[in-house]
């Protein structure tokens, strides 16, 4: 078993800046892909960035250019920094760890982007 425990969600101004980070603790391993998605009342959870133990790095269309992912294998953990912030970037944030057909996923943290 693996959990994943997200934190830094809260309440941004358009244009601010947030970093996400999750923490990985039990059967975890660095094999492991890591990922940030997200998800909004009604709507299908989303992918917004993955990163393999290898350091290749997927990101949503709608989020590149803004928005960095980063793990740190020895302490596993995966941020998630999240600059020029939009309206539209309002969700629950949620971590995500798949190892083939093995895949967890955190409790969500809750980013609202509003003035």
């Known amino acids: 078993q693996v959990q994943l425990v997200e934190s830094g969600g809260g309440l941004v101004q358009p244009g601010g800046s947030l970093r996400l980070s999750c923490a990985a603790s039990?059967?975890?391993?660095?094999?492991?892909?890591m990922g940030w998605y997200r998800q909004t009342p009604g709507q299908q959870r989303e992918l917004v960035a993955t990163i393999t133990s290898g350091g290749n790095i997927n990101y949503a269309d709608s989020v590149k250019g803004r928005f960095t992912i980063s793990r740190n294998n020895a302490k596993n953990t995966v941020d998630l920094q999240m600059n020029s912030l939009k309206p539209e970037d309002t969700a629950v944030y949620l971590c995500?760890?798949?190892?083939?057909?093995?895949?967890?996923w955190g409790q969500g943290t809750q980013v609202t982007v509003s003035s």
């Open positions: 039990g059967s975890i391993r660095s094999s492991y892909r």
């Open positions: 995500n760890a798949q190892l083939a057909i093995a895949t967890y």
